[in-house]
Nanobody, 119 residues
Framework: QAQLDESGGGLVQAGGSLRLSCAYS??????MGWFRQAPGKEREFVAS?????DYADSVKGRFTISRDNAKNTVYLQMNSLKPEDTAVYYC?????????????????WGQGTQVTVSS
């Protein structure tokens, strides 16, 4: 049974940094992605990693996705955080290698971790 467990969320001031972690099991060959959902908004793509990495324009240059297959963990390093980055962040796994910006491509989801950026 695949499982995803996020951690690392919290409260940070604007301009600060956080690193989210997502420990997974049984998913080492899957593409991994991060999505986020702010109150009253739809879930949106943040970043993905398979053969390469991809980022939403809103986070490009500030966030970095990486994975350590030896530790079965994917990370999202978030720098220069802004209040508009406030959301619940979700880790997800996809058996596809394409259209990874679309949430429908993902087979497994974590429970989410809250990130709050104060101004």
């Amino acid at each position: 049974q695949a499982q995803l467990d996020e951690s690392g969320g919290g409260l940070v001031q604007a301009g600060g940094s956080l690193r989210l972690s997502c420990a997974y099991s049984g998913l080492s060959s899957y593409a991994m992605g991060w999505f986020r959902q702010a109150p009253g908004k739809e879930r949106e793509f943040v970043a993905s990693i398979k053969w390469d990495t991809d980022y939403a324009d809103s986070v490009k240059g500030r966030f970095t996705i990486s994975r350590d297959n030896a530790k079965n963990t994917v990370y999202l390093q978030m720098n220069s955080l802004k209040p508009e980055d406030t959301a619940v962040y979700y880790c997800a796994a996809s058996s596809s290698s394409f259209y990874l910006t679309q949430s429908s491509q993902y087979d497994y989801w974590g429970q989410g971790t809250q990130v709050t950026v104060s101004s």
